[in-house]
C-alpha cells in the first residue's frame, strides 16, 4: 500500500503476479472496512510516512502482520524513472515477497508517546531560542551593548531591557516575543512534568542517570530513540543508528578514507548526545581526560562529537548488562532524581530528617566525589600513556618475494 495524506493506492502481489485493487481513504472507517475484506494469513507492507503507524495500528488485528518499509533503502522506488503510486505499492510488494524488503523497528505504544513528548520538547526548546535571538538581534542592530548580567531574560535582565533606547516599533516586537517566550515556557515546563512521570518507573533512564552528563531529557531521548537495546547486537550498531560513525570509502586494493560522520539515523538523539558530551567534558573524570586527548589532536568540535560517540558505546554496555557506570557520583545521582520527582509534581519533603538528596548540599560529601573522579583520570590518562603509537606506513606494502 503506497499511503498519501488522504488516500492509499493498494497492489496485491499473489501467487507471483500484481493486481491492483484501488484506493482507500485514509480515515479509521475506511482503513476498518478495508482491513476485514483482509484473510488473517495476509501481509501488508507500507512505507515510513508521518501516519504510517496510525495505518498500522488500525490494520494489525485484521492480517498476520503489517511491514513498514525503510523509504530511505528503497532505492527502486527512490531511483524509479517512471514514479506512480501503482508502481510504487507493486514495488513494494515484490521486494517483500522476494525478501529483499528492508523494514523498520516499530516501538511498543510507552516508547513511542516517549518519543513524540522528546520531539515535541525539543521543538519547544528551539522555537524558544529562535525567539531569544531575535530580541539579541534588535539590540545589535540597534548598537546596544551586551547585557552585564548573566541572562537577559531573567528579572534583572528584562529590567535592564526594559531601560535601553531603541525605536517604539521595536519595543513592541520585543514585548511580543518576551510574552511569547513566556508562553513557551509554560509548556516546555508541561512537557517536562510529562516526561519526568514517565520516567520515574523507568529502569533505563535511571541508568542512563548515573552517567555524568546526562540529564533527564538527555536519558528519556536516549531510551525512547533506542527502544529495546537487544535488537543492536553491539554497539556500533547503536552508533550507526545515531549517525555518529565516519564514512567509509575503499575500492579495490585502495586504502580506505574515513571521512566526516553519516548522519544517518535519528538526528533529535544525536544532538542530545553531542550536548550531554559538551557537559561531560566539564567534568573532572575519564569522560574528560578522552576529550582532552582528541581535542589536542583534532580540535574542540571532533572531540565533542568523539565523545558523543562515546557515550553511545557506553549507553550500550549500561543498558545490555544492567549495570550502572562505574564513576557514577552518588550524591550527584540522588540530586538528579530528586529533581525528576519534583518535575513528575511528587510533594515536597519537608521535616528535620534529611533526604536521599540532601549529601549533593554537603560541599565536603560534593568535594570527595569530585576527588574521586579526578583519581580516574588521572588512572585513564596513565592507560592511555602507556598505548604504543603505531607508525604510518606510507604507500602500499610490497609482498613477499618482490
Given at each position: 500500500m503506497d499511503i498519501h495524506r488522504t488516500f492509499g493506492e493498494v497492489m496485491i502481489w499473489e501467487e507471483g503476479g500484481l493486481s491492483h485493487a484501488g484506493r482507500v481513504d485514509m480515515t479509521r472507517t475506511a482503513l476498518e472496512g478495508f482491513g476485514r475484506a483482509?484473510?488473517?494469513?495476509?501481509?501488508?507492507?507500507?512505507?515510513?510516512?508521518?501516519?504510517?503507524?496510525a495505518v498500522s495500528r488500525v490494520l494489525s488485528p485484521f492480517v498476520a502482520r503489517v511491514v513498514i518499509a525503510n523509504p530511505l533503502q528503497v532505492k527502486a522506488i527512490a531511483h524509479a524513472h517512471v514514479k506512480t503510486d501503482k508502481i510504487d505499492a507493486g514495488t513494494l510488494a515484490s521486494l517483500y515477497a522476494a525478501g529483499y524488503l528492508p523494514e523498520i523497528w516499530t516501538p511498543d505504544a510507552a516508547t513511542e508517546r516517549m518519543r513524540r513528548l522528546a520531539a515535541r520538547r525539543f521543538q519547544v526548546a528551539r522555537h524558544r531560542t529562535r525567539i531569544k535571538n531575535a530580541v539579541h538581534a534588535i539590540l545589535h542592530a540597534h548598537l546596544i551593548p551586551r547585557c552585564p548580567h548573566a541572562d537577559l531574560f531573567s528579572g534583572v535582565g528584562?529590567?535592564?531591557?526594559?531601560?535601553?533606547?531603541?525605536?517604539?516599533?521595536?519595543?513592541?516586537?520585543?514585548?511580543?516575543?518576551?510574552?511569547?517566550?513566556?508562553?513557551?515556557?509554560?509548556?516546555?515546563?508541561?512537557?517536562?512534568?510529562?516526561?519526568?512521570?514517565?520516567?520515574?518507573?523507568?529502569?533505563?533512564?535511571?541508568?542512563?542517570?548515573?552517567?555524568?552528563?546526562?540529564n533527564l531529557t538527555v536519558a528519556a531521548g536516549i531510551v525512547a530513540a533506542i527502544g529495546d537495546i537487544s535488537r543492536f547486537s553491539?554497539?556500533?550498531?547503536?552508533?550507526?543508528?545515531?549517525?555518529?560513525?565516519?564514512?567509509?570509502?575503499?575500492?579495490?586494493?585502495?586504502?580506505?578514507?574515513h571521512g566526516r560522520i553519516s548522519k544517518v539515523g535519528r538526528s533529535h538523539a544525536r544532538a542530545m548526545l553531542v550536548e550531554a558530551a559538551w557537559a561531560a567534558a566539564k567534568t573532572p573524570g575519564p569522560l574528560h581526560a578522552f576529550f582532552v586527548r582528541i581535542r589536542a589532536k583534532r580540535g574542540?568540535?571532533?572531540?565533542?562529537?568523539?565523545?558523543?560517540?562515546?557515550?553511545?558505546?557506553?549507553?550500550?554496555?549500561?543498558?545490555?548488562?544492567?549495570t550502572d557506570y562505574?564513576?557514577?557520583?552518588?550524591?550527584?545521582?540522588?540530586?538528579?532524581?530528586?529533581?525528576?520527582?519534583l518535575k513528575a509534581g511528587k510533594p515536597q519533603r519537608k521535616g528535620n530528617q534529611p533526604g536521599p538528596a540532601h549529601a549533593y548540599n554537603i560541599k565536603k560529601l560534593r568535594d570527595q566525589e569530585m576527588e574521586i573522579a579526578r583519581h580516574a583520570e588521572q588512572a585513564y590518562e596513565q592507560?592511555?600513556?602507556?598505548?604504543?603509537?603505531?607508525?604510518?606506513?606510507?604507500?602500499?606494502?610490497?609482498?613477499?618475494g618482490l
Open positions: 483482509l484473510r488473517s494469513t495476509d501481509e501488508v507492507v507500507i512505507e515510513a510516512t508521518g501516519n504510517c503507524m528584562r529590567a535592564w531591557l526594559a531601560c535601553q533606547p531603541v525605536p517604539e516599533d521595536e519595543r513592541g516586537a520585543i514585548e511580543r516575543h518576551i510574552r511569547e517566550l513566556d508562553r513557551l515556557t509554560d509548556d516546555l515546563a508541561a512537557l517536562d512534568k510529562e516526561i519526568a512521570g514517565d520516567a520515574l518507573d523507568d529502569d533505563a533512564i535511571a541508568r542512563l542517570l548515573t552517567i555524568t552528563g546526562i553491539s554497539p556500533q550498531k547503536l552508533v550507526s543508528y545515531f549517525g555518529l560513525n565516519p564514512r567509509v570509502r575503499q575500492s579495490g586494493l585502495g586504502a580506505a578514507h574542540h568540535q571532533v572531540a565533542a562529537v568523539a565523545l558523543a560517540r562515546k557515550l553511545t558505546v557506553l549507553c550500550w554496555h549500561l543498558l545490555t548488562k544492567q562505574r564513576w557514577a557520583r552518588p550524591a550527584l545521582v540522588a540530586n538528579k532524581r530528586r529533581a525528576m520527582e592507560f592511555v600513556a602507556q598505548w604504543e603509537t603505531r607508525p604510518k606506513v606510507r604507500g602500499r606494502s610490497k609482498p613477499a
